[in-house]
């Protein structure tokens, strides 16, 4: 009798078991977009298109995503352009207090967004500024830095510094190396540092609920209506962000294949 071999069929099962635990919430999330919900999106009350036919049908959805949208996009581009700036320096350049300035950066990853939250509001409550659009903005900004300079780090590491060696041998100048060179081979790096930001800001409730004054964004808004049943729209907004999301990460993924077919080719 063949003996049975459990092995090669339990990395199977452990993966179909924790991808289901994963996506149980977004399935939920996505179902209950479609819920004739009324008052309350709490009880399954029937199928119905309507919350996707007018998803800004609850009061001050819309508004809280696009609150959201703005932060995460300035947050994303003063923290990609910054971050960026600041991995190149650690990983090309030598100087004092590099090693302090490589471990700073991970403080903002290593401490409690509770600890960070309740800093940065006696921060600006100390210097008179009251909590609002602009301090949400330089708060994301602010622990924003950190994830992309250790993304963008590891590309600029990768890269072979004898390619630029062969642009100055061909009186290219410092600038037009870093462009025509250098950059559209941190481009990768730099995009995915881009969207871990702006996922990261725009997921972001702790840090933004200290210091959020009156500005209310979507991560805000769906706390605040627990208590009550999260209206439908929200669950709307959640599954638009979420297959806009996947459709992002698929295209990439395909664009990526076909580039390597190509240079294999």
Not at 196 to 203: G, K, R, Y
Not at 217 to 232: C, D, L, M, Q
Not at 243 to 265: D, E, M
Request: hydrophobic letters at 55%; a positive charge.
């Amino acid at each position: 009798m063949k003996r049975l071999s459990f092995g090669r069929y339990l990395l199977p099962v452990y993966a179909a078991l924790a991808f289901l635990y994963l996506l149980t919430p977004i399935a939920y999330t996505f179902a209950f977009s479609f819920n004739d919900a009324g008052r309350s999106n709490l009880v399954w009350r029937g199928f119905t298109f309507t919350n996707w036919q007018n998803p800004c049908g609850a009061p001050a959805v819309c508004e809280s995503v696009v609150n959201s949208l703005q932060i995460g996009v300035l947050a994303t581009v003063i923290s990609t352009v910054l971050g960026t700036m600041i991995a190149i320096a650690l990983v090309r350049y030598r100087f004092r207090l590099r090693a302090g300035a490589n471990l700073l950066l991970f403080l903002p990853m290593a401490t409690p967004e509770v600890v960070l939250g309740a800093a940065l509001l006696a921060q600006f409550l100390n210097l008179r500024v009251n909590p609002g659009f602009a301090t949400i903005v330089i708060a994301h900004v602010m622990f924003c830095i950190s994830f992309v300079v250790v993304t963008v780090k590891a590309r600029v590491a990768s890269l072979d510094p004898r390619l630029e060696e062969a642009a100055a041998d061909l009186y290219a100048s410092p600038r037009a190396a870093f462009w025509r060179v250098t950059f559209p081979l941190l481009l990768p790096g730099i995009a995915a540092a881009a969207l871990l930001a702006f996922s990261l800001s725009f997921d972001d409730f702790i840090i933004t609920n200290f210091n959020s004054g009156n500005t209310d964004t979507f991560p805000k808004f769906v706390y605040v209506s627990a208590t009550r049943g999260i209206p439908a729209q929200a669950n709307v907004m959640g599954s638009a962000m979420f297959l806009i999301a996947l459709i992002i990460v698929v295209t990439g993924q395909v664009l990526a294949a076909r580039r390597r077919r190509a240079a294999a080719t």
